[in-house]
T-cell receptor, first 113, second 119 residues
Framework: KQEVTQIPAALSVPEGENLVLNCSFTDSAIYNLQWFRQDPGKGLTSLLLIQSSQREQTSGRLNASLDKSSGRSTLYIAASQPGDSATYLCAVMDKGGSEKLVFGKGTKLTVNP | GAVVSQHPSRVICKSGTSVKIECRSLDFQATTMFWYRQFPKKSLMLMATSNEGSKATYEQGVEKDKFLINHASLTLSTLTVTSAHPEDSSFYIC???????????????FGPGTRLTVL
């Protein structure tokens, strides 16, 4: 059974810092990996999608990498801003049958002005 | 990215009534949609997979007669909470999977959520 772990559970940084969020998964048989952000009381916003054949994706100040063989992904946020404060969720689409997303528990990021 | 809407965004109802929540993919067709619920400060819990033109697939422990799902078209899925009770109060979120191909093939897009409060 696929399990996704995110470290750290919470992170607080001063504005302007570069930071890395970590995600690991136990079964490398995945279709893709997605990073989302969730603001309190809101739905999820898709940030980056990495297909299983890809190594990384970039969007603005965000860069996500995927190492499928080791079951790891990182989300790099450059020059963090207070508006980046949110919970970041990592999810993999499992090949195990139903093609559902399996989520980690998230990393709550706070960027202090 | 693609847009998924949910309606209503908030609903308050009396115990025993039924509530319908709509999930629409606005600019793409979705043969598969998903329904989640989320308790405060907790992870998303997948309730069911909604398949266009066929019966939904429910996760273990989710009562299919309690949470009725209908996926009548490629852009609309509905979740009806029947005979709602206070313990059904939660944040319900839907998502739609892009199966049309291209760079975002299999990318999932989420709706903004519906806050249900049952009195």
């Amino acid at each position: 059974k696929q399990e996704v772990t995110q470290i750290p559970a919470a992170l607080s940084v001063p504005e302007g810092e570069n930071l890395v969020l970590n995600c690991s998964f136990t079964d490398s048989a995945i279709y893709n990996l997605q990073w989302f952000r969730q603001d309190p009381g809101k739905g999820l916003t898709s940030l980056l999608l990495i297909q299983s054949s890809q190594r990384e994706q970039t969007s603005g100040r965000l860069n996500a990498s995927l190492d499928k063989s080791s079951g790891r992904s990182t989300l790099y946020i450059a020059a963090s801003q207070p508006g980046d404060s949110a919970t970041y969720l990592c999810a993999v689409m499992d090949k195990g049958g139903s093609e559902k997303l399996v989520f980690g528990k998230g990393t709550k990021l706070t960027v202090n002005p | 990215g693609a847009v998924v809407s949910q309606h209503p965004s908030r609903v308050i109802c009396k115990s025993g009534t039924s509530v319908k929540i709509e999930c629409r993919s606005l600019d793409f067709q979705a043969t598969t949609m998903f329904w989640y619920r989320q308790f405060p400060k907790k992870s998303l819990m997948l309730m069911a997979t909604s398949n266009e033109g066929s019966k939904a697939t429910y996760e273990q422990g989710v009562e299919k007669d309690k949470f009725l799902i209908n996926h009548a078209s490629l852009t609309l899925s509905t979740l009806t909470v029947t005979s709602a009770h206070p313990e059904d109060s939660s944040f319900y979120i839907c998502s739609a999977r892009n199966t049309a191909g291209g760079a975002s093939y299999n990318e999932q897009f989420f709706g903004p959520g519906t806050r249900l409060t049952v009195l």
